[in-house]
Each structure stands twice: as C-alpha cells, then as structure tokens.
T-cell receptor, first 110, second 111 residues
Framework: KQEVTQIPAALSVPEGENLVLNCSFT??????LQWFRQDPGKGLTSLLLIQSSQREQTSGRLNASLDKSSGRSTLYIAASQPGDSATYLC?????????FGKGTRLHILP | DAGITQSPRHKVTETGTPVTLRCHQT?????MYWYRQDPGHGLRLIHYSYGVKDTDKGEVSDGYSVSRSKTEDFLLTLESATSSQTSVYFC??????????FGPGTRLTVT
C-alpha cells in the first residue's frame, strides 16, 4: 500500500530564506508526483507536476525534484516571502488514484 | 481552476437526513474525484468516476454513494448523515496529463 509522508508537519522560516520541503513515498511505481498549496479555508492549488520520467520541474521561485528510486521529492522555495505561508501537500499518482501526504504547514516570519 | 464549482459551499444538516453535494466542471474531463479533508487525516478519497456511469470506491467510501449521469456533474450522496461525516468535501478533476485540479470545497456540519 502506497504511503506518502511529509516531514516536518510544520516549519517557520524568516523571510528571505531559501527552504526545502520534503515528501517521501513507499512505492516507487508512480506515474507522477504533484505539489499543491492550500491556504486556510481554501481549496488546493496545483503548483508543480513532475512526471515519472522527469527529475525536476520549475515555476518561478519554486523547484520540485523527484527521485523515484529513493522514493523522495523535494520542493525548493527561493527567497521566501510572507505570502508563501500556507500548507504544502504532495501527492503521488498511480493507476486511477492519488495518495496525499498530510502536508507541511509553512509560516514565513516577516 | 479548471472550471470546477461545488454546491452548496456550506451546509448544516441533522443526523439521519440525506445530503447531496454537487460538483460541476466545464471542461469535459473524464476523471472526477470526491475527497474529504479532516484534521490529522489529510485528504482521503471517497469515490471517483472515470466516465459517465462509471464509478469506483476510494478508501473511505462507507456511508457514501455517487452518481454521474452527465460528464460535467458528479454527485456525492450521504444516505443518512452521521456526525462522523462532518468534514470539508473537495471535488477534483484529472486532466489527460494526470494533473489534478480541485474545487473550492463544501463545508458540511452534521449536528
């Protein structure tokens, strides 16, 4: 059974710092991995999708990497801003279902 | 947002009453999903659909049923609501590129 883990559950970082969020999964046979952002009381916003054949994807200040063999993905956020404060979730896709981690709650300190 | 709407956005209902939540999409995606999100449990799949009249169960399907009579609409029904079904419910679609997009959510309270 696929399990997705995100550690730490919460993280506080001073504004301007670069940071890395971690995601690990137990079954490397995945189609892709997707990173989402969720603001309090809101739905999920897709940030980046990495196909299983890819090693990384970039969007603005965000860079996501994927290492299937080790069952790990990282989301790198450069030059963090208070507006980056949110919960970040990763999800792995295999077959018709997607399995989510429980997220990392990120707080950027002004 | 991939043109996904959910209705109602908020609902309070009593234990034992039936409740139907609606998810509507405007882009004719084949796959649609219903999730619930609860503190400590994260997002859990309830049911999903891979076409009109084609549905399958997720990990927390007990007490829920779904229907999809049109491509654009996916309904989630709680036959007899219980307090344990108090949650935030999200609908999502999956594109041909296997990317998921989510609706704004429905906050359901069962009293």
């Amino acid at each position: 059974k696929q399990e997705v883990t995100q550690i730490p559950a919460a993280l506080s970082v001073p504004e301007g710092e670069n940071l890395v969020l971690n995601c690990s999964f137990t079954d490397s046979a995945i189609y892709n991995l997707q990173w989402f952002r969720q603001d309090p009381g809101k739905g999920l916003t897709s940030l980046l999708l990495i196909q299983s054949s890819q090693r990384e994807q970039t969007s603005g200040r965000l860079n996501a990497s994927l290492d299937k063999s080790s069952g790990r993905s990282t989301l790198y956020i450069a030059a963090s801003q208070p507006g980056d404060s949110a919960t970040y979730l990763c999800a792995v896709n295999r077959d018709d279902k997607i399995i989510f981690g429980k997220g990392t709650r990120l707080h950027i300190l002004p | 947002d991939a043109g996904i709407t959910q209705s109602p956005r908020h609902k309070v209902t009593e234990t034992g009453t039936p409740v139907t939540l609606r998810c509507h999409q405007t882009e004719n995606h084949r796959y649609m999903y219903w999730y619930r999100q609860d503190p400590g449990h994260g997002l859990r799949l309830i049911h999903y659909s891979y076409g009109v009249k084609d549905t399958d169960k997720g990990e927390v399907s007990d007490g829920y049923s779904v229907s999809r009579s049109k491509t654009e609409d996916f309904l989630l029904t709680l036959e007899s609501a219980t307090s344990s079904q108090t949650s935030v419910y999200f609908c999502a679609i999956r594109t041909g590129g296997y990317e998921q997009y989510f609706g704004p959510g429905t906050r359901l309270t069962v009293t």
